[in-house]
């Protein structure tokens, strides 16, 4: 008990003596030695992961345009719709054409019947005859050939509407792929840009480690000669570890943009990296084109042109079915009639040869209501389809002036950045500068160094926003070509 009170009564006179140091009798601060603040252990501070087990690809912006558009599964889904469409014009072409083939037919039925029973077939002619007997005898063999035709007459004018149709179907299918096409080459050129930013802000996180570092190496002396209070070092380690964590956490946003980065172009496991190229150079800003070059707008119109031409379709249900048939056939029989012998090998021989060629007219009255039922519905689908795609001009118009309105302030901030560095590296060497000459406490040294930080990281990435606004109009406007080409 003595001892303690001993121990404290000369911990109380050392702070005594202490605040007779300080002037204007303010307390001077206490120092703190290197033994006094424990310095970060890898433990507590190292937060960087493995390497990754992968070699890094560097890429362009160019470079993941063309990948994601070889690779990426929506593409070739696209294109095998576009070959698909295609096929289904030279279908719907064909059904215009005559049909034509050849028949043949083998029954073993009563002979009852002239010449015999005959079950329906192409290119046979019904035949009817009187009844000679009322038996149910064994049955004899028929048989029969025949080489046919038949041409509907009026196909051209029904399946002209079809024809159509599968017309604007591949030209939609067409336009289609151009849609995926644009989306998966923003889709890759945006995560580009933004795992750039992320990079660039890794960079200046690393800088801005860098400094701290150097402030605490810079202030660690002074604080051990007793030149600096020992709050100093604390200050300077705090900053440092602080700048340790924004290490680790921008190289955690630059590797799950990378992830992003390899999905977007259809390479997923590949470790990538982005080669900003002139991306963080000044650009030239040139206009957009208007809303009828997007793809998004040559589909819905698509659309409305293969609604139109199934109004034809629908229409051209009215007219009635003429058919142009002709044939060239041989009936077998195992019957004599009319004294005349039966054909060879009891009828499995067709030996009497025929032809017919005709007309025929069919027109069913009791469909026109519903095929007026038909037609109002067609009608309908159009006038939606037409609604859908002034919708679809009014998103993207909204498209283009949300990416115009994103440019003006994207080039507004990248004019301003410039400037904003500029006066940050000029207040961080001052206040360095005044730390080592002790004019200026150690906060004003943490507090410039982190406005540098800032602008360094914001001055990288408004250059990069300035790219993804112009990305972003050349989305609305459905031409990327000149953004990644620059």
């Not at 509407?161 to 792929?177: E, F, H, I, N, P």
Request: glycine letters at 8%; hydrophobic letters at 50%.
């Amino acid at each position: 008990m003595h001892a303690a009170r001993a121990l404290l009564s000369s911990g109380m006179m050392t702070l005594a003596g202490c605040a007779g140091v300080g002037s204007r009798g303010v307390a001077a601060p206490v120092s703190v030695t290197r033994a006094d603040v424990p310095a970060p252990t890898a433990s507590t501070v190292d937060l960087e992961g493995p390497d990754p087990p992968l070699a890094t690809t560097v890429l362009t912006l160019g470079d993941v345009v063309r990948e994601a558009l070889a690779n990426h599964p929506r593409i070739r889904a696209a294109r095998a719709d576009e070959r698909a469409a295609e096929a289904r014009v030279d279908a719907s072409r064909l059904r215009g054409l005559p049909a034509a083939g050849v028949s043949a037919e083998l029954n073993r039925s009563t002979g009852n019947t002239t010449p015999g029973l005959f079950f329906p077939a192409q290119g046979f002619p019904a035949i009817a005859g009187p009844v000679e007997s009322k038996s149910l005898d064994g049955g004899t063999w028929q048989t029969g050939a025949s080489v046919w035709a038949s041409w509907d007459a009026l196909s051209f004018l029904r399946e002209a509407g079809t024809v159509d149709a599968s017309l604007a179907s591949r030209k939609a299918s067409s336009a289609q792929l151009s849609v995926e096409q644009l989306d998966v080459a923003y889709g890759a050129a945006d995560a580009f840009l933004l795992l750039l930013e992320a990079q660039e802000a890794a960079r200046a996180a690393s800088a801005a480690e860098a400094r701290a570092d150097t402030l605490v190496k810079m202030t660690r002396p002074l604080v051990d000669q007793s030149l600096r209070p020992g709050v100093d070092l604390a200050r300077a380690l705090a900053a440092l570890a602080a700048a340790r964590t924004a290490v680790a956490t921008a190289t955690e946003t630059r590797d799950v943009r990378r992830a992003d980065l390899t999905v977007a172009i259809g390479r997923v496991g590949v470790a990538v990296e982005a080669a900003p190229g002139n991306l963080l150079d000044a650009v030239d800003v040139t206009g957009a084109s208007g809303v009828a070059d997007n793809p998004s707008v040559l589909v819905a119109d698509a659309l409305v042109q293969r609604l139109d031409a199934e109004r034809d379709v629908v229409r051209a249900q009215f007219l009635p079915r003429v058919d142009l048939v002709a044939a060239l056939y041989a009936r077998g029989t195992g019957l004599s009639v009319g004294g005349l012998a039966q054909s060879p090998a009891s009828g499995l021989v067709p030996d009497v040869p025929n032809w017919a060629a005709g007309l025929v007219v069919t027109w069913s009255a009791l469909d026109i209501p519903g095929i007026r039922a038909r037609s109002r519905a067609a009608s309908a689908d159009y006038s939606a389809a037409v609604a859908r795609r002034d919708d679809v001009v009014l998103a993207v118009s909204g498209q283009l002036e949300r990416a115009s309105a994103f440019l003006r302030g994207a080039r507004g901030i990248a004019r301003a950045t410039p400037v904003a560095l500029a006066f940050a590296r000029a207040a961080e060497q001052q206040a360095v500068a005044r730390y080592r000459s002790a004019l200026s406490p150690i906060v004003d040294v943490a507090d410039a160094e982190q406005a540098l930080t800032q602008a360094e990281t914001n001055d990288a990435i408004a250059r990069i926003e300035v790219r993804r606004a112009l990305l972003a109009l050349g989305r609305a406007s459905g031409d990327l070509g000149p953004v990644v080409s620059r």
